[in-house]
């Protein structure tokens, strides 16, 4: 019976521990996508700072569409030619980057 409660104990960290590394990605796949619309914006150091934050804070309670369609209008507005389909696709890329950054941040080798 040990065993079986071992195994569960265990599979329950690894759970944990697999929600919390989805958490650090999420949060830092959204602040580099926050940093590069800033750019594109033409905001600089402490404004883009800001914004990057007003979209980790987004991605705390709402999904990837919510912060597609916000930046999409920032970007838009400020005379930046995308599409929802390209603001997806660098959410994609940023992802792997974060998960890469990351894993280098714990010493790991990357995914």
Avoid at 16 to 26: G, I, P, Y
Avoid at 27 to 46: E, I, K, P, S, Y
């Amino acid at each position: 019976m040990a065993n079986f409660e071992d195994r569960e104990r265990a599979f329950e960290k690894e759970f944990e521990r697999n929600r919390e590394l989805a958490f650090k990605v999420s949060a830092r796949r959204n602040n580099l996508f926050g940093l590069w619309a800033a750019r594109c914006m033409g905001l600089m150091r402490n404004a883009a700072t800001d914004y990057a934050m007003e979209i980790v804070d987004l991605g705390a309670t709402a999904g990837d569409d919510v912060i597609i369609d916000r930046v999409l209008g920032d970007l838009v507005t400020s005379g930046y030619q995308v599409d929802a389909e390209q603001l997806r696709a660098k959410l994609l890329a940023l992802a792997a980057e974060a998960r890469a950054q990351l894993a280098h941040a714990a010493g790991e080798a990357p995914p």
